[in-house]
């Protein structure tokens, strides 16, 4: 804690700081980062270190770091590569323990960057410094503009945050944020993260978070390595009310295992990112694009919206369909306006206009038109109406200035979100300019701000994952599993499952002839064949249904005494009803991924399946047994019986209470989970134990 805190202090808000590579020449990066930093307001002392030049921009210029006057907070080292390892042992002598590395040419670069990074780790750590970088542009504080590339924001307000893995990306999103108006306040690169990566910075992030900073966070990841703390700050600062928006690039690719259970195949590390944001409280989007658009969704909304009935008012037909098309896909509503509404609306707007919802304002629209009808709103539909968006384009036909002084008072002064989009750039280049200027945002199209409404409004609020689970004999199930590597057996799966509160059906084991007979007595007929041994029994025709005789069961037992591998026999009776599967799988540092479907031999050909990360709360649960396309099978089709949503909640939040008491459980799968109502059994399963 101390560390970190400290380091804090130094990154984010440092009393002085040395620029090592310090230049005159501001198309170096040493040369650029002194001059934003001088340029911009900086208290502090700047300290430049050059050893070739005797005055960098009029600042206290030094030929060695040990001829500074004092110790650091911060040294920002901006050299060529080949001369970063002697510097931090420089610094590391004079007492520095806080240092940004900005040079590039090492781990990005070859083997032997990643050599020279491993070097500069070891003298890190062990002189206690704090190292961002290499290769990376710097930050950007309400202390210090320390970045020597892109651009320095000047819209006032700070409405959003951002720590990333990559320098352009935070170029290139400023960039197009900034000419949509979205405001930025700390603004965190992290380059190669060879020590501190985006989960360190979001730790800091965490424990110094209060009113003054953003409450908007946008986060670029390209690598999870440490998923637990990104987990467990995330969920704390979105309870501190900032709303997170995240990218996750390079997770296309399916893990690579060996699977030996439905789950493991079906999971890929996607699943696994995706369920993890979920968690998190993160809103996951894919693109620097999506990730403005949400953000600006989130600046108006002052964090996420608080319902999803829209009003829309619209000066041409074609954007307001479009707009309410994208409304509807979203899961959003637009109300049947009061007529006492529509009255008054009537009122303000030619006999043209549409009065309905959206509100077509024609044209020929004016500013005062505008305000009056946004006003109408305020007084008749404030409690019917969440968000209000405003379609403009540039007519020639009145005047778009006074128009958008209109919308952005509305936007101040209303109590519903105002939500703007201008579609007309080129046009009213420099109206849109004034208008973002003080830090208001807008939308250039109108389908991608329906989409960011949806992705905003669609966000869960974060629940405990505490679950009290009666008949969880959590001591029972270590006796089973606790030494035990590979499948359990069918006797110790059963143990298993009725130790963690799962109904399974009568069963008995043959392994011959004579307990064969016993078993299918204590079993009663018509009963089920399964083969002991083989993973897949399906695969290799391992199940015998319908068997209604002891004869049939002879037959039956030396079929499947044939198969490979084949030790023995399970019997179980005919369990009827709707089938699904339950699993999990251990995914790395993530924990584990459960999984729920529909079942039987069809669970990994249709993959409707939902995941999430174990363990569960009971609104979890219900949102991944209502978040697969079959969801009306589970409810029940065409006059058949469905099953119980509640038993199959509980049973989800079992087995993930399961898997997380007992992470050496690989892999999981009950398939199928079987039954009609209330009478739902755990019909097949396997374990994979693996410490």
């Given at each position: 804690?101390?560390?970190?805190?400290?380091?804090?202090?130094?990154?984010?808000?440092?009393?002085s700081?040395?620029?090592?590579?310090?230049?005159?020449?501001?198309?170096?990066?040493?040369?650029?980062?002194?001059?934003?930093?001088?340029?911009?307001?900086?208290?502090?002392?700047?300290?430049?270190?050059?050893?070739?030049?005797?005055?960098?921009?009029?600042?206290?210029?030094?030929?060695?770091?040990?001829?500074?006057?004092?110790?650091?907070?911060?040294?920002?080292?901006?050299?060529p590569?080949?001369?970063?390892?002697?510097?931090?042992?420089?610094?590391?002598?004079?007492?520095?323990?806080?240092?940004?590395?900005?040079?590039?040419?090492?781990?990005?670069?070859?083997?032997?960057?990643?050599?020279?990074?491993?070097?500069?780790?070891?003298?890190?750590?062990?002189?206690?410094?704090?190292?961002?970088?290499?290769?990376?542009?710097?930050?950007?504080?309400p202390?210090y503009?320390?970045?020597?590339a892109?651009?320095?924001?000047?819209?006032?307000?700070?409405?959003?945050?951002?720590?990333?893995?990559?320098?352009?990306?935070?170029?290139?999103?400023?960039?197009?944020?900034?000419?949509?108006?979205?405001?930025?306040?700390?603004?965190?690169?992290?380059?190669?993260?060879?020590?501190?990566?985006?989960?360190?910075?979001?730790?800091?992030?965490?424990?110094?978070?209060?009113?003054?900073?953003?409450?908007?966070?946008?986060?670029?990841?390209?690598?999870?390595?440490?998923?637990?703390?990104?987990?467990?700050?995330?969920?704390?600062?979105?309870?501190?009310?900032?709303?997170?928006?995240?990218?996750?690039?390079?997770?296309?690719?399916?893990?690579?295992?060996?699977?030996?259970?439905?789950?493991?195949?079906?999971?890929?590390?996607?699943?696994a990112?995706?369920?993890?944001?979920?968690?998190?409280?993160?809103?996951?989007?894919?693109?620097?694009?999506e990730?403005?658009?949400?953000?600006?969704?989130?600046?108006?909304?002052?964090?996420c919206?608080?319902?999803?009935?829209?009003?829309?008012?619209?000066?041409?037909?074609?954007?307001?369909?479009?707009?309410?098309?994208?409304?509807?896909?979203?899961?959003?509503?637009?109300?049947?306006?009061?007529?006492?509404?529509?009255?008054?609306?009537?009122?303000?707007?030619?006999p043209?206009?549409?009065?309905i919802?959206?509100?077509?304002?024609?044209?020929?629209?004016?500013?005062?038109?505008?305000?009056?009808?946004?006003?109408?709103l305020?007084?008749?539909?404030?409690?019917?109406?969440?968000?209000?968006?405003?379609?403009?384009?540039?007519?020639?036909?009145?005047?778009?200035?006074?128009?958008?002084?209109?919308?952005?008072?509305?936007?101040?002064?209303?109590?519903?979100?105002?939500?703007?989009?201008?579609?007309?750039?080129?046009?009213?280049?420099?109206?849109?300019?004034?208008?973002?200027?003080?830090?208001?945002?807008?939308?250039?199209?109108?389908?991608?701000?329906?989409?960011?409404?949806?992705?905003?409004?669609?966000?869960?609020?974060?629940?405990?994952?505490?679950?009290?689970l009666?008949?969880?004999?959590?001591?029972?199930?270590s006796?089973?599993?606790?030494?035990t590597?590979?499948?359990?057996?069918?006797?110790?799966?059963?143990?298993?499952?009725?130790?963690?509160?799962?109904?399974?059906?009568?069963?008995?084991?043959?392994?011959?002839?004579?307990?064969?007979?016993?078993?299918?007595?204590?079993?009663?007929?018509?009963?089920?064949?399964?083969v002991?041994?083989?993973?897949?029994?399906?695969?290799?025709?391992?199940?015998?249904?319908?068997?209604?005789?002891?004869?049939?069961?002879?037959?039956?037992?030396?079929?499947?005494?044939?198969?490979?591998?084949?030790?023995?026999?399970?019997?179980?009776?005919?369990?009827?009803?709707?089938?699904?599967?339950?699993?999990?799988?251990?995914?790395?540092?993530?924990?584990?991924?459960?999984?729920?479907?529909?079942?039987?031999?069809?669970?990994?050909?249709?993959?409707?399946?939902?995941?999430?990360?174990?363990?569960?709360?009971?609104?979890?649960?219900?949102?991944?047994?209502?978040?697969?396309?079959?969801?009306?099978?589970?409810?029940?089709?065409?006059?058949?019986?469905?099953?119980?949503?509640?038993?199959?909640?509980?049973?989800?939040?079992?087995?993930?209470?399961?898997?997380?008491?007992?992470?050496?459980?690989?892999?999981?799968?009950?398939?199928?989970?079987?039954?009609?109502?209330?009478?739902?059994?755990?019909?097949?399963?396997?374990?994979?134990?693996?410490n």
């Open positions: 804690m101390d560390f970190f805190q400290n380091t804090y202090q130094r990154l984010f808000h440092p009393k700081i040395a620029v090592i590579g310090a230049s005159n020449d501001y198309l170096k990066p040493g040369g650029r980062v002194t001059k934003n930093i001088k340029d911009n307001n900086y208290t502090g002392e700047l300290w430049a270190v050059n050893p070739k030049t005797p005055d960098v921009l009029n600042l206290p210029t030094f030929q060695k770091i040990s001829d500074l006057p004092g110790i650091p907070d911060l040294a920002i080292i901006a050299i590569a080949r001369f970063v390892l002697p510097t931090l042992q420089d610094l590391a002598d004079k007492g520095v323990t806080a240092v940004i590395v900005m040079s590039a040419g090492f781990g990005e670069k070859d083997v032997a960057g990643k050599a020279m990074e491993q070097e500069m780790l070891i003298l890190t750590e062990k002189h206690g410094m704090a190292l961002v970088g290499p290769n990376c542009s710097g930050f950007l504080t202390t503009k320390g970045k020597f892109g651009i320095i924001p000047t819209i006032p307000g700070g409405a959003v945050d951002f720590i990333s893995g990559s320098g352009a990306t935070v170029d290139y999103v400023m960039e197009h944020a900034s000419t949509r108006g979205l405001s930025f306040g700390t603004v965190i690169n992290l380059g190669n993260s060879i020590q501190l990566g985006v989960e360190d910075l979001l730790e800091m992030y965490d424990q110094n978070y209060n009113r003054d900073n953003s409450h908007i966070l946008m986060l670029y990841m390209e690598a999870i390595k440490k998923p637990g703390k990104l987990l467990r700050h995330a969920r704390s600062l979105v309870g501190k009310g900032c709303a997170l928006v995240g990218i996750k690039s390079g997770a296309t690719a399916a893990g690579q295992r060996a699977a030996e259970s439905h789950t493991g195949a079906m999971a890929t590390s996607d699943t990112v995706e369920a993890l944001f979920s968690k998190a409280g993160i809103i996951r989007v894919q693109s620097r694009v990730m403005i658009d949400v953000a600006s969704v989130l600046a108006v909304c002052k964090g919206a608080k319902g999803k009935r829209v009003c829309v008012i619209t000066d041409a037909g074609g954007p307001g369909v479009m707009l309410s098309d994208e409304l509807n896909r979203q899961g959003m509503v637009l109300p049947e306006l009061l007529q006492v509404t529509r009255d008054r609306l009537a009122e303000i707007l030619p043209e206009s549409s009065t919802n959206p509100i077509d304002a024609l044209p020929s629209r004016s500013a005062e038109q505008i305000r009056d009808i946004i006003n109408v305020k007084k008749y539909e404030h409690d019917r109406i969440d968000i209000i968006t405003v379609l403009a384009g540039d007519s020639g036909m009145s005047d778009n200035t006074a128009i958008y002084k209109e919308i952005a008072a509305a936007m101040e002064d209303t109590p519903i979100a105002v939500l703007p989009m201008f579609s007309s750039l080129v046009s009213s280049q420099e109206k849109l300019s004034a208008f973002t200027s003080q830090g208001r945002v807008f939308f250039p199209d109108e389908v991608a701000m329906g989409w960011a409404l949806g992705k905003v409004t669609s966000w869960i609020s974060l629940e405990t994952t505490a679950v009290d009666k008949h969880y004999n959590k001591e029972g199930i006796e089973i599993v606790s030494g590597i590979g499948a359990l057996t069918p006797l110790q799966v059963r143990q298993v499952l009725e130790a963690a509160g799962f109904r399974v059906p009568k069963q008995a084991e043959a392994y011959n002839l004579v307990d064969l007979s016993e078993a299918c007595k204590h079993v009663g007929f018509p009963l089920v064949m399964k002991i041994g083989p993973l897949h029994k399906t695969d290799v025709g391992g199940v015998v249904l319908g068997i209604d005789s002891l004869k049939s069961a002879s037959v039956s037992w030396s079929k499947l005494m044939g198969i490979p591998d084949a030790q023995g026999v399970l019997i179980q009776p005919v369990i009827s009803g709707t089938e699904v599967i339950l699993g999990a799988c251990r995914e790395g540092d993530f924990g584990h991924l459960l999984m729920f479907g529909l079942g039987g031999i069809y669970a990994e050909v249709l993959k409707d399946v939902s995941f999430a990360l174990a363990p569960v709360s009971p609104a979890e649960s219900q949102r991944m047994i209502h978040g697969i396309q079959s969801y009306g099978v589970i409810k029940g089709a065409r006059g058949e019986s469905g099953m119980d949503e509640n038993i199959l909640a509980d049973y989800i939040q079992r087995l993930g209470c399961l898997v997380a008491d007992f992470p050496e459980i690989r892999e999981i799968d009950l398939n199928p989970v079987k039954g009609v109502g209330s009478e739902l059994f755990a019909v097949d399963a396997r374990i994979i134990v693996e």
